[in-house]
């Protein structure tokens, strides 16, 4: 009986030892990607680890850099090696849990809503504009026809059956692009309530800064200023509703004047659910001390919607701005067709603060002007009128919150607003054309303006009248409050992208890169599609071919590589992409090409990317074996999605957590709300 119960205690005793050893295996797994063999040498399990496939822990960048506004405060362990990937890296999930139906359900929409207009004789696209199209959310197209129907499911089927196999190759397996310490950082940022995690101004990485101590600047620096007026809830609310009713009954009232794809915007947007904009700020690591750039966050608001219905109109009117240009290729393309005299100077031009020194009434009159100038070259009955009453109503009625509170901006264009580019380049625009270029169009070889960037060459009068030059500044800062830094007439200058040099009659450019740039690109850990690793490559190599001299092509190409290498990437695995990108050199065009291709004809399958989840090829290859026959689409093509990326996962526009920004400023403001 003794020697019985010993066995079994054994028996007991090695099944607990076994469960132990699964879990722990398990354990690993999931937060090492591996498990060593404990049969075998330390070394032994090292150089077999080595000799696998590369995983989380191993590719990571050498150039991890980010910016810590935290001062003495102590950060989470981990926050350099995580933040310093960048806050575009896409995160991979440890499972494929990739939404088959939701892609079946989008794809299945598409074909039935074709065949139902095919049926009908209406082309798809009558009456449609991209920028303003809504979808209507009430309407589903009836089913296709039974054969089709059960095609549809198939390919379901197939779907699921090829990603269920692909699952089996990674079960218990840690699949995540994390390593421990980056993903024991990112658990501890998302529940610490204490830090703000932004993107900084002008691209130049992530930063961390204390909670308190951004919302401590947001207000000093913009919100208790005489730009904004502090609101009560109830003042908001008694403002945008007063909005929304005038502006529908506008309208209403003209409905004439728009087309049909314009009234049904309207009417669905208006029936969609709208939020309040939201108030942030990114640090301007650039500036010292660092300060905060203001944004509002306008998306799904009740004047985004007008606002956006004022950008699609108004950019009808940007190829009548003589200063309008499009970017820095543009640029180039325009400097070569010059002849350019021995005494040309260049110059640029930079405004202070441009959208909040914008008079709105002076803006508004200034567009409107702007289109009756060009009133036969518009459209017949372009809706001036509407245009200058909805603008006026966008820019003077920009209500947003930030934390508890909610705020009117009292001057400058609205923050956010999705027309502001137009306006801006419109509205200064007509000063351009009607004062600026006229007056000095002997001095003015080449004068060209994106937003609030000038680049000009200037021509010195026969006797080298300075006087000219002067009262060429004072004109260009004679537009209500708006002021521009402008730089001396000389040899060299930068513009957007673009160092310029002016020599013997001749200009030359090369790429101009800020002495900030973090140069922090997507490593190849990243859970984007390849498709994006490609366009990475192509983009910016296609744009050094462009702007530079062989010589300093080869200089900069150089950098670029490197600055790859130090973000992970190997020269094994560089080597094919540069290759095909400079194949594409070769065969591309080189003119500026704006047009967007039809789309009319092509069936888009939507697919969430996940490293180890089923790729483009094999996506096609059901399609093609089951659905492709039967449809009457030219092609198909796979529109790739990224997963959740580091930004979306750290960064909130709106606070956290609730916080009584009123104990805040009643010390310090001198901004009473109205009474």
Partial sequence: MIKRNNYKQIAWHNAHLTQKAYHAKRYCLKNFGFVSDPKLPLKRNFNNRLRTKPSCLSGQPSNLTYHNLCGNENIPTGTKQLLGLNLKYCLATNRLNNNINKTVQKMAYSI??????????????????????IKNSNWNPPPASLFLENKIT?????????????????????????????????????????????????NLGPAIMNKNTYIEQILTEHLLTDTYRKLTANEAKNIIETVRSTLKNLISDNQDKFSKAEITYFQRSLRLHHRLPIFYGIPKVHKSPTTLRPVVSSVNSLLAIFSNWLDFKLKELLPHIKSYIKDSTAVIKELKELTIPSNALLFSADATSMYTNIDTRLAVESIKNLIMDNSDKLQHNFPTSIITEILTIVMNNNVFSFADTHWLQLSGTAMG?????????????YHENSKILPEFRHNLLFYKRYIDDILGIWIPSENDNASDWDRFKKKLNDWGPLRWVIEDPSHQTQFLDLHIKLQNSRITTETYQKS?????????LSAHPQSCFKGLIYGELRRYWIQNNPANFQTILQKFIQRLTDRGHTIEQLTPLLMQAAVNLDNATWQPNYASPSTQNILYIHWRHHPGGLQRAEIRRIFESTLQPYLPYERMQIAMSRPKNLREALTKTALSDTVNIDTLIAPNTSNPSTE
Avoid: W
Avoid at 160 to 183: G, V
Avoid at 417 to 429: E, I, N, R
């Fill in 154 to 202: 198939e390919f379901e089927k197939e779907l699921k059956k090829s990603q269920a196999t692909q699952s089996k190759k990674f079960n218990r397996i840690n699949l995540s692009n994390l390593n421990p310490i980056q993903a024991t950082a990112l658990k501890h940022l998302r529940r610490n309530n204490n830090f703000i995690i932004k993107a900084t101004d002008k």
């Fill in 112 to 133: 039935r809503t074709r065949l139902f207009l095919d049926s009908i004789g209406h082309p798809a696209n009558q009456e449609y504009e991209k920028q303003i199209y």
């Fill in 516 to 524: 900030m740039n973090l140069y922090l690109y997507i490593p190849p």
């Fill in 417 to 429: 607003t999705p027309v502001a580019c137009s306006y801006a380049m419109l509205s200064f625009g």
